[in-house]
């Protein structure tokens, strides 16, 4: 009798251990179950979601196009896109649409953003902004759901603008991407611009700096119908910028004129750089007003960089001195180099020295002399260091790799060659060992011919050369009116057919045959 008890109280025992691990094995399994509920809802929480931002044209923060100058040939494209939406009932009568898109290309620091704030404002549309880096993350579809988001909020507020900057983040050639998010991104935007859900009153406007890289599509009529390049501003439209980012400003005496012409190139980001450090130092030196020296302290700034607490010594310093009076030299005689406005031996950024030239007008087409001269002048430098110290430094880097790319677009891309071997397709690598021979024999060719020409010129004219390092060394700057002084009398060379480059008064004979030093690989 005890020990059928024994049995049944044993089997009683295990069978509750069996149903206490069991019951413990499903609170396990749901407890498991809930905490990955609970992860995935927190990851679906923390995904990145970004909501278009909604610009309203606001009194106290609006861009106008009286705000912006230098970019009247983009103001005056982009007004009637302001127009239509203003009043859209012209154009209707004639049955013309709006454009469904328009893309604004050009160098950085144009204004490209500006232009879209200030067609928003002027048009009283309600603007959405963003990014199209934003667009494209690791999760797959997200991009293109953001795209859905964005294009239904602005449509809900017609007429409205959307905004896209950095269109290349998305707008590239499709087939490249290996996730495909990016095409898929860019498949949705296409759909969005030119799909059934189109209406008339929404208006796309994207800023790129690569328009070779965005994918055909875009581009094509429907989807970007305007392509709007917003180029740095002339010289007339700089002087524009810098009465723009002045006006508020106390100014003295400037002739902002002549600040646009020493500006050459610069965009309308550089120029307000500009302004904005002549303000810094004006109020450093503690002046009432901005002044002229104020102006050339920010242009010295921006163009060549701080001014550096490098110490040179005295042998150093001479380097550098005949360096700059040589790049200064050949610029002085040559006809077709701007002039020499300001020659500076004091250490700013990387450079040990400078020479800044003044062009008097802004000049978009070069030719094959011109660009032998101008890279005569940048080996002034080192064909003076050979000359006077019978050695050349390692100063001229920067000058040599100047050089070195002209004469390669001279040679691959604009066919100033002696052959005339012009520029290949882009991806045609078929090009025989003779024909690049031919190329490399042309390039030093080139280089040459405009080291001849350095060469003779620092020869011929020593005594101005010598001068304008012995005022270097004693000044460390030389402005306009130095420079005009020493080289008072001192005739211009000029070319004549057949001969080259020859004295304006009388032709020289002295032709250097002095050797130099191979020049550095570059």
Not at 157 to 170: M, T
Not at 357 to 384: C, H, Q, S
Request: charged content about 25%; proline content about 4%.
């Amino acid at each position: 009798m005890d020990q059928v008890a024994v049995t049944i109280l044993g089997t009683s025992i295990a069978q509750d251990i069996q149903n206490w691990a069991y019951n413990w094995s499903s609170v396990a399994m749901m407890l498991f179950f809930a905490v990955l509920i609970f992860l995935m809802w927190r990851t679906l929480k923390v995904m990145p979601r970004v909501k278009p931002q909604q610009i309203k044209p606001a009194s106290n923060q609006s861009v106008s196009f009286e705000d912006i100058a230098g970019v009247d040939e983009a103001k005056a494209e982009l007004r009637e896109i302001v127009e239509f939406l203003r009043d859209p009932r012209e154009f209707q009568k004639m049955g013309a649409k709006v454009p469904k898109g328009i893309l604004l290309h050009g160098p950085p620091g144009t204004g490209k953003t500006l232009l879209a704030k200030a067609v928003a404002h002027e048009s009283g549309a309600q603007f959405f902004a963003q990014s199209a880096a934003a667009f494209v993350e690791m999760f797959a579809g997200l991009g293109a759901a953001r795209i859905r988001r964005l294009f239904a909020i602005a449509r809900k507020h017609e007429p409205a603008i959307i905004f896209i900057d950095e269109l290349d983040a998305v707008g590239g050639r499709r087939g490249s991407d290996f996730s495909g998010e990016k095409d898929q991104t860019l498949n949705q935007l296409l759909v969005e611009m030119d799909g059934f859900n189109t209406s008339g009153r929404l208006v796309v406007i994207a800023a790129s700096n690569l328009l070779d890289k965005l994918d055909p599509a875009l581009l094509r009529p429907g989807r970007f119908d305007r392509q709007v390049f917003v180029a740095p501003p002339d010289v007339k439209g700089r002087q524009g910028v810098l009465a723009v980012h002045t006006r508020n400003k106390p100014l003295g005496d400037v002739d902002l004129g002549l600040v646009a012409q020493q500006t050459s190139g610069l965009t309308g980001a550089d120029l307000a750089n500009i302004c904005n450090e002549a303000a810094i130092f004006a109020a450093r030196r503690k002046a009432p007003c901005i002044g002229t020296e104020d102006f050339d302290s920010a242009l010295e700034r921006v163009i060549a960089g701080v001014q550096s607490r490098r110490v040179l010594n005295d042998h150093e310093k001479r380097v550098v001195a005949f360096h700059e009076a040589g790049h200064a030299l050949c610029g002085e005689l040559l006809p077709s180099v701007d002039r020499v406005h300001r020659i500076s031996i004091v250490p700013r950024g990387r450079a040990l020295g400078y020479t800044l030239n003044l062009p008097d007008e802004d000049r978009y087409l070069k030719t094959r002399e011109e660009l032998i001269d101008y890279m005569t002048v940048l080996l002034g430098g080192r064909v003076a260091e050979q000359h006077v110290f019978g050695q050349v430094t390692t100063g001229a880097s920067d000058d040599l790799k100047r050089v070195a790319d002209i004469s390669h677009s001279m040679v691959h891309d604009y066919a100033m060659g002696t052959a005339g071997v012009g520029r290949v397709p882009d991806g045609d690598v078929r090009l025989s060992e003779r024909t690049l021979r031919i190329r490399d024999e042309e390039r030093q060719d080139l280089i040459e011919e405009a080291r001849r020409a350095a060469q003779r010129m620092i020869v011929s004219h020593r005594a101005e050369l010598d001068a304008l390092a012995a005022e270097l060394l004693e000044h460390e700057v030389l402005d306009r009116d130095a420079i005009e002084r020493i080289m008072d009398g001192v005739p211009r060379m000029e070319r004549a057919p057949g001969v080259g480059l020859r004295v304006v008064a009388a032709a020289t004979a002295l032709d250097a045959t002095a050797g130099e030093s191979e020049s550095p690989r570059i």
